[in-house]
């Protein structure tokens, strides 16, 4: 059973989005709250599978309570997707790099909401790293950007520097291993051992590490 949390200061979004939980038999709801601190509050007693969480709430926004959420080692299992109105949003990347496993528009169609439920819940990324990119790139290179190397970049290997920097210009498992002439598997182990190192929680986040690290020119 997926539990779920659900975080949204509107009322008709709550319903619905509790209604199509509580229809699906794998799914069971874990609490809801109308603000950020509701959601850390619930999130650290109900320790949820998988957050949605709206950006913009009153007490604590979205982004606040996703890094709260994500620093908590009690919560180390819980993932928790974005719900943004529009895709490339400056809050989406905020919420990218302090750990959310991904985003989701509001105009999500609800068999999709559905999977990207049990996605995320499995571990996996929810955005494919070309999405991931499009967004991150978008806000992390404009003019303004500013390096920041992740404090452990320098525990990778020179291969596993140049497989994250291929994670962030959006390739897969496949297109590393065809790109670096190895097989897939020795690509995924690459790419699991940078996370590992780094301790990105998914390859999303990766992404993030990826540009400001500045491993990837824009």
Not at 30 to 44: I, K, N, T
Not at 81 to 105: K, P, Q
Not at 111 to 118: M, S, T, W
Not at 154 to 175: A, F, K, P, S
Request: glycine letters at 8%.
């Amino acid at each position: 059973m997926i539990r779920v949390l659900i975080a949204d200061d509107q009322d008709l979004v709550r319903l619905g989005l509790r209604a199509l939980v509580e229809s699906e038999d794998d799914l069971a709801l874990a609490g809801e709250a109308s603000d950020g601190l509701l959601a850390v509050e619930l999130a650290r007693r109900e320790r949820p599978d998988v957050v949605l969480m709206d950006i913009r709430m009153p007490g604590i926004d979205g982004i606040e309570a996703t890094r709260r959420i994500v620093a908590d080692p009690d919560l180390a299992g819980t993932r928790v997707v974005v719900l943004t109105t529009f895709e490339l949003d400056e809050y989406v990347f905020d919420a990218l790099r302090h750990g959310a496993s991904g985003f989701l528009t509001k105009d999500t169609r609800p068999a999709e909401l559905l999977r990207a439920i049990r996605l995320v819940a499995e571990g996996e990324a929810l955005l494919s790293p070309s999405v991931t990119r499009r967004v991150v790139r978008e806000f992390a290179t404009r003019p303004s950007r500013v390096l920041r190397p992740h404090p452990r970049l320098e525990t990778l290997t020179d291969r596993e520097r140049q497989v994250v920097g291929l994670v962030g210009e959006g390739l897969n498992n496949e297109e590393i291993a065809a790109q670096l002439v190895v097989s897939p598997a020795t690509a995924r182990t690459h790419v699991s051992r940078a996370m590992g190192k780094l301790g990105a929680r998914d390859r999303a986040q990766l992404v993030v590490f990826a540009y400001q690290s500045g491993l990837v020119s824009g």
